[in-house]
């Protein structure tokens, strides 16, 4: 065999070669990021469970459930007289005007027409 034969044969056996562990290298590398991503998910879910866990330890606590149902709830016990204290903002925003829709006049069209020409 010629030495030009020779360098194609290894030519197209190095690419087939690098066909054959291109694709599974790519598979692999990606399938890793996504087994750092998954692992990143599910330590954050453990953060949480273990909080919902910590939070459902301090409800089981009667004096717990009180105040958070006086702090929430607004509840008083019996003979208890509440008080609601109006902070200066509290006003301010109650007085603003609602950014929301305004609601739609009722009536046909050729009725607002004839109010707005007769002035009523």
């Known amino acids: 065999m010629s030495t030009t034969r ?3 044969v290894v030519a197209i056996v190095v690419c ?10 790519r598979t692999y590398l990606s399938q890793r990021s996504e ?3 998954q692992e990143a998910q599910q330590s954050q879910l453990q953060q949480q469970v273990t909080q919902l866990q910590n939070r459902k330890a301090q409800l089981s606590d009667p004096a717990q459930i009180e105040a958070e149902a006086r702090r929430r709830l607004r509840y008083v ?5 509440p008080y609601m ?3 200066p ?11 929301g829709p305004q609601p739609v ?13 007769s002035g009523g």
């Open 6 to 8: 020779r360098a194609a």
């Open 16 to 25: 087939a070669l690098a066909f054959t562990v291109a694709v599974p290298l």
């Open 35 to 37: 087994v750092r991503d």
């Open 77 to 81: 016990k019996p003979g208890e007289a």
């Open 85 to 87: 204290v109006q902070l």
């Open 89 to 99: 903002e509290d006003q301010a925003a109650a007085q603003a005007p609602p950014t």
């Open 105 to 117: 006049p009722q009536g046909s069209w050729y009725e607002k027409l004839w109010d707005q020409v």
